[in-house]
């Protein structure tokens, strides 16, 4: 009798799922039945996060046609926030932004426990500052050290490249208050009115981020002389070692018109987040199609030919949602 219990217990707790070898074991996900209404953000109009996230989207629908994505501009750092709030189901960022997320430094004091990791892009964003050919500095520090009346753009206050660019000059000693105060002016402003304002002689130049071949700085560097500034060591040291850019990344010569030499400048690269409390199924079905169209999203810019099916697990900065794990794992891509 109490063999015949003991069997009809063990059987009825194999058959509720309440014992299971090894592991509780996740159910296969069909993509072709995944069904849902996404809303994703990029970066600015024109950057590359906004690339990244339109190839992405792109990918997704043409495999998987009854996921829907409707995509916004956004904001390395804002789209943290937003996804956090459950406005965006996922976004462009970058793997210094990831980092501080998960770390709780910079512009990410307060933990974000909605936001996770999906995919790393594998490409190189630089951090550069070009210039009008005859601005009468080199280097970014010598816009300090001379106390330059310059006119200078960069994006709007509060968005992923002004917050590192403002921590560069703080670096520096100096506030964007301080460079107005010796006679230069801050503009912040979109990139297309950033290339205007060079173009028409209202700007001397821009402090940027961006890839090889970004769309805004392939036309401003055809209509306008310009120059690339180079990072004075001391500076980039600080970039690299305490604020966690990659090191030893160079923007190629003959990238724009008027780089002539490879420049060695503090680089990021991008990672894609999402809300942790969105489906699993869904998360799994967005990293399928990224994972297997490695040339698809390759031939949509310049800047992602880096990006590779097998990596896009590797140096996100964030914990992976537990979709994009299950894919990865069963690809092999995690150990």
């Given amino acids: 009798m109490r063999k015949e219990l003991f069997f009809i217990l063990l059987v009825g707790l194999f058959g509720f799922g309440l ?21 994703a953000a990029g970066g600015a109009v024109g950057g590359i996060g906004y690339v990244q996230v339109t190839a992405f989207s792109k990918i997704v629908e043409e495999m998987y046609p009854k996921v829907k994505i409707s995509i916004v501009p956004g904001a390395w750092i804002g789209n943290m926030h937003r996804i956090q709030k459950g406005e965006i189901d996922f976004g462009s960022t970058t793997l210094v932004m990831s980092k501080m997320v998960h770390e709780k430094t910079g512009p990410f004091p307060d933990p974000l426990p909605n936001v996770r990791a999906m ?26 050290k001379k106390k330059l009346k310059v006119r200078l753009c960069t994006l709007a206050r509060g968005n992923a490249t002004e917050w590192i660019w403002r921590m560069a000059f703080a670096e520096m000693g100096v506030k964007w208050e301080g460079v107005d105060a010796w006679g230069g002016k801050m503009n912040f402003v979109p990139w297309a009115d950033a290339v205007s304002l060079v173009k028409d002689g209202h700007a001397d130049g821009i402090l940027a981020v ?27 040291q600080i970039m690299t070692r305490k604020h966690g850019f990659l ?31 969105l489906g699993d199924d869904i998360v799994y079905t967005l990293v399928k199609a990224l994972a297997e169209n490695e040339g698809k999203f390759q031939s949509f810019h310049k800047g992602l030919t880096g990006f590779k099916g097998a990596d896009v697990a590797k140096n996100t900065g964030l914990p992976l949602h537990k979709g994009a794990e299950l894919y990865y794992r069963e690809k092999g891509l995690l150990k």
Avoid: C
């Avoid at 923007?251 to 490879?262: N, Q």
């Avoid at 060695?264 to 942790?276: I, Q, T």
């Fill in 19 to 39: 014992i299971v070898p090894g592991a509780v074991m996740a159910q296969k996900v069909d993509p072709t039945k995944v069904s849902a209404s996404l809303k």
């Fill in 119 to 144: 995919a790393s892009v594998q490409d190189d964003n630089f951090y550069f500052a070009v210039v009008r050919k005859d601005f009468p500095a080199d280097s970014v520090g010598e816009i300090v």
């Fill in 210 to 236: 961006g890839a090889e071949g970004i769309g805004w700085l392939m036309e401003l560097s055809t209509v306008r002389d310009v120059k690339f500034l180079k990072w004075d060591a001391d500076l980039f």
């Fill in 247 to 277: 090191e030893g990344k160079r923007l190629k010569a003959g990238s724009f018109k008027g780089l002539d030499h490879d420049l060695l400048a503090p680089a990021d690269s991008g990672v894609f987040a999402v809300r942790n409390d």
